[in-house]
């Protein structure tokens, strides 16, 4: 999509960082992680026993 708003086709050989630094479109692969990462930390911090807290700190049986 970011190659089409920049009129740009896959002859032209630009880098995919390139065009994402062109039309200033975050990756979404990072801000995934970055959502993930803050999600995990809101759970960590609450205090009230729900099973968030469970869910994040669980370990498998081995």
């Known amino acids: 999509m970011a190659r089409a708003m920049l009129g740009?086709?896959?002859r032209d050989r630009i880098r995919n960082v390139e065009i994402?630094?062109?039309t200033r479109v975050t990756d979404i692969a990072q801000r995934v992680a970055k959502?993930?990462?803050q999600?995990?930390?809101?759970?960590?911090r609450r205090k009230d026993g729900r099973?968030?807290?469970?869910v994040v700190e669980w370990q498998?049986?081995?």
């Open 8 to 10: 740009v086709s896959l």
């Open 20 to 22: 994402l630094r062109r």
């Open 35 to 37: 959502l993930k990462r």
């Open 39 to 44: 999600w995990a930390g809101h759970i960590v």
């Open 51 to 54: 099973w968030g807290l469970k």
């Open 60 to 62: 498998p049986r081995t």
